[in-house]
């Protein structure tokens, strides 16, 4: 009783899966960031190597670019986001965690990553109605043998999502994924 499980000073020092209240977030929009549940799954389907070339789009407060720039220690991360509030987020997490590799970008997508190198891997995240021209646009600077990961919340964005990838003949994985803590 009275004890944590781990020392306060390792609170939110994993490489992924880090709890969801050790990052910064902005308010009243608390709690939209990626679940660390949903974060560790897109992750490892993001396939990261540690040279890694990553776009976070619509990185919201960072906690996936945070993750994917420790994992890629020596590649970047470039957290793309419109809202000025969450763009300054993304850089204090990043302090936060002590990476260094990763590069805010404050701009909507798909202006704002014009001068990005092409990545190996793409996070889409969020729950805009534009996600499948996002994902359209995005697919095609997608390095060969690279990945592509959507996180939605509707199934109105599944369906334009899916289209997108049946219009460029990709085999795709759909997931629902339901955790209850």
């Known amino acids: 009783p009275n004890r944590p499980d ?16 050790v990052f910064l977030q902005s308010r009243p929009k608390r709690g939209l960031l990626t679940p660390a549940e949903v974060r560790c799954t897109a992750l490892a389907e993001m396939n990261l190597t540690r040279d890694s070339i990553v776009w976070d789009i619509g990185a919201g407060s960072g906690a996936v670019s945070v993750e994917a720039a420790q994992i890629a220690a020596e590649g970047t991360v470039y957290a793309v986001e419109m809202d ?24 909507k997508a798909p202006e704002a990553w014009a ?3 092409d990545p190996d891997a793409i996070f889409v995240g969020g729950t805009g109605r534009q996600v499948g021209q996002i994902v359209r646009q995005s697919y095609r600077r ?3 043998g690279g990945s592509l990961v ?3 919340r509707s199934i109105e964005n599944v369906a334009a999502v899916r289209r997108v990838f049946l219009d460029a003949n ?7 994924v339901n955790f209850a803590r």
Do not use: H
């Open 150 to 152: 959507v996180s939605v």
């Open 84 to 107: 000025v509030e969450d763009y300054q987020l993304i850089a204090a997490n990043a302090t936060r965690f002590g990476v260094q590799n990763l590069v805010p970008v404050l701009g």
């Open 142 to 144: 997608l390095r060969v």
């Open 6 to 21: 781990k020392p306060v000073e390792r609170a939110g020092r994993r490489l992924f899966g880090n709890p969801d209240e």
């Open 115 to 117: 001068g990005l190198p």
């Open 170 to 176: 990709v085999d795709d994985k759909v997931w629902m």
